[in-house]
């Protein structure tokens, strides 16, 4: 009965977001050192793949250390590059397609986001919605500083806290202090 007033409960709240013309999935992608960055999302103006894969070791698979390694790399190899799609895997291996757009002149910097567990997840970018916060997580140090599992837990965190939220914010730091918020769309 709870999971039907859950499901019902993000339905309205999609369709009312919907009906006010603004698509909560669309979010604008940070920048870091010149490249976009988009994690779990996916650009929506079209791009060509200049590099297919690129991957990363990492000892702490700390999203940051990964990041900085990966876009280090496509800078260094690709100088013309205009952003790069991070995949972030369990085991330490984390990949990254270089991506260049067809359209210079357009705004290159929107994304829709993927969903984590139900709830849209913005990482390293902010939804183009209005929002309201409605939880915050503390930091979290986990045995694993990996991406996937520390996004997860903090989901799961925010999510005993509004079982109602819609997306949630996520800032990753080097050493381990994640944090995250939830949101609710207006």
């Known amino acids: 009965m709870n999971r039907f007033i859950f499901l019902l409960a993000c339905l309205a709240s999609t369709v009312l977001t919907m009906a ?30 200049v590099e ?9 698979g700390q999203y ?21 799609i991070l995949s972030m895997v369990e085991g330490h291996v984390d990949r990254a397609v270089v991506i260049k757009f067809k359209d210079s002149e357009k705004d290159n910097s929107l994304a829709r986001v993927y969903r984590t567990n139900g709830v ?10 209005d929002f309201n916060v409605t939880a915050r997580s503390k930091s979290i140090m986990g045995i694993s500083g990996q991406y996937t599992h ?36 207006k």
């Open 52 to 60: 297919h894969e690129r991957s990363a070791l990492s000892w702490s």
């Open 20 to 49: 006010q013309g603004c698509d909560s999935r669309l979010a604008n992608v940070y920048r870091h050192n010149g490249l976009l960055i988009f994690t779990d999302c996916e650009p929506i103006n079209e791009y060509e793949v």
């Open 150 to 185: 520390v996004k997860n837990k903090l989901i799961r965190k925010l999510v005993k806290v509004n079982p109602l939220v819609d997306g949630v914010l996520l800032t990753f730091a080097n050493g381990g202090v994640d944090r995250a918020v939830g949101i609710n769309f």
């Open 64 to 84: 940051s250390e990964i990041k900085n390694k990966l876009t280090r790399r496509a800078l260094r190899d690709y100088p013309s590059a205009d952003g790069i």
């Open 120 to 129: 849209l997840t913005f990482t390293d970018c902010d939804p183009l919605c």
